[in-house]
């Protein structure tokens, strides 16, 4: 059940719902979209709402509105993967590749400043605790990214990372919480801010991506874990 709608980014957030509700249902390319009686149902909102989401939609290249006959999931739209195992990997790939890029440009464009951040951001995580306020470490690995991010000075790249990282908030939880995995997140981010401040653009993005590396292999431990329990558990109920 999607409760309703209510925020001034109305149709922001109904855009991001449609996209949601197209991979939960599993929608393929050239297949038809529930119709605007039922997104007004589905999500509660007016059908100016629906209408100005789709309007988006279609100029994004996701969806097909041929007049008469309906809306249609665009024929060369790839939909994202779900939260599967593998999804997940996918969505990791994805950041690796883009913030060793724009750990490259920061390198390059990076104010004074914008390390100062940086900086701010590894002693907040090097001073929160992992038991006592784990959404304070969660939230000061973030802060890293995301001022090195901001530094490469590219709204673009800014952008997709934003998208992909929105699909990784939980598992990006469960690695920097999962043993060491906040000193290796520090040792990490230290190595990556040290060549950013050399101005080497390749070993910055060098240290990113072993940084990014040792998430996803954490993230592949932590699976694998999930996937034994969840199969002992099975074992037990049978």
């Known amino acids: 059940m999607h409760p309703p709608l209510r925020a001034k980014r109305l149709t922001e957030l ?22 605007e009686q039922e997104l007004m149902r589905i999500f509660k909102v007016s059908r100016t709402s629906v209408r100005e989401a789709l309007s988006v939609l279609r100029q994004e290249g996701v969806v097909d509105i041929i007049q008469g006959k309906g809306t249609f999931l665009k024929k060369h739209y790839t939909p994202l993967p779900g939260p599967s195992p593998r999804g997940l990997m996918h969505f990791v790939e994805a950041r690796k ?3 060793t890029t724009l750990a490259g440009l920061a390198a390059e464009r990076a104010s004074d400043e914008d390390f100062a951040s940086m900086e701010r951001a590894i002693t907040k995580l090097e001073e929160a605790d992992v038991e006592t306020d784990p959404d304070e470490v969660v939230q000061a690995d973030l802060e ?4 090195l ?20 908030q939980k598992g990006r939880s469960t690695t920097i919480l999962f043993p060491q995995g906040k000193k290796k997140a520090i040792e990490g981010h230290r190595r990556v801010l040290d060549a950013l401040k050399l101005r080497a653009p390749d070993e910055a993005a060098r240290q990113m991506g072993r940084h990014i590396g040792e998430i996803e292999k954490a993230q592949q431990s932590i699976l694998a874990l999930q996937g034994g329990q969840n199969r002992e558990g099975e074992k037990r109920r049978s």
């Open 14 to 35: 109904l855009i991001d719902e449609i996209k949601v509700l197209i991979e939960a249902d599993s929608l393929q390319p050239g297949d038809r979209m529930p119709t």
């Open 97 to 99: 590749v883009l913030e």
């Open 144 to 147: 890293f990214h995301y001022a």
């Open 149 to 168: 991010a901001g530094s490469a000075d590219n709204p673009v790249l800014l952008h997709f990372l934003q998208e992909v990282d929105s699909r990784l």
